[in-house]
């Protein structure tokens, strides 16, 4: 199983940028999905942004779209999140995960990051 790694978290003003990276201590196959979740207080952790590790093409939430970048370096098992125009609403603890196959659902991911605070202050 792949031990998972995030880093790159912090306080931040509106309209800032961060960059999550995630390090992946075993190398994702290239039928493996890679994502990120966020979890805010009080609310259920959700999908913000996943990529197919073997052809790198992307998914977004509709609510990070335009505006949050997902990339992966496959020759050093790095997964990687770009953030730029933060806004309050995407603070949260921000977690990368890896599945054996597409999905959005947190049920089918295996190998889960410790989370990473990110704070947006207005």
């Known amino acids: 199983q792949v031990q998972l790694v995030e880093s790159g978290g912090g306080l931040v003003q509106a309209g800032g940028s961060l960059r999550l990276s995630c390090t992946a201590s075993?190398?994702?196959?290239?039928?493996?999905?890679g994502a990120w979740f966020r979890q805010a207080p009080g609310k259920d952790r959700e999908f913000v942004s996943g990529i197919r590790w073997g052809t790198g093409r992307p998914y977004y939430a509709d609510s990070v779209k335009d505006r949050f970048t997902i990339s992966r370096v496959t020759a050093n098992n790095m997964m990687y999140l770009q953030m730029n125009d933060l806004k309050p609403e995407d603070t949260a603890v921000y977690y990368c995960?890896?599945?054996?196959?597409?999905?959005?659902?947190?049920?089918?991911?295996?190998?889960w990051g410790q989370g990473t605070q990110v704070t947006v202050s207005s």
């Open positions: 075993g190398r994702p196959y290239s039928s493996h999905f």
């Open positions: 995960a890896i599945a054996t196959s597409y999905s959005f659902e947190t049920k089918d991911f295996r190998s």
